[in-house]
């Protein structure tokens, strides 16, 4: 199953963004509207479309539910996850060496 998960969730993302980047490519950018609004309405114009029954896949080598889709959608519209968030620094575990003198 892990190995199955590992192949099927980074296509579930992928077809998430194609949903958004076509979503933000046919209303286009307004200068004055935040990125991260942006995002978040065009996850919510792909939510409509998958409920209406209007999505298509654009990878069809492996089929994935629209209800996959749509809840990746769902957490980008409610500000979840975001493409727009800077990678966190990885944090250092410290040691706790003693020294001897």
Do not use: C
């Amino acid at each position: 199953m892990n190995s199955l998960a590992e192949i099927l969730v980074p296509r579930a993302y992928l077809e998430a963004l194609y949903v958004i980047l076509a979503e933000l490519e046919r209303e286009g950018a307004d200068p004055k509207v935040p990125d991260t609004e942006l995002e978040r309405e065009a996850a919510r114009r792909g939510i409509a479309i998958i409920d209406s029954g209007k999505w298509k896949q654009r990878d069809t080598s492996i089929h994935l539910p629209p209800s996959w889709i749509r809840e990746l959608l769902e957490k980008f519209a409610s500000g979840e996850m975001s493409l727009l968030d800077e990678p966190k620094p990885k944090r250092r575990h410290r040691t706790n060496a003693s020294i001897s003198r």
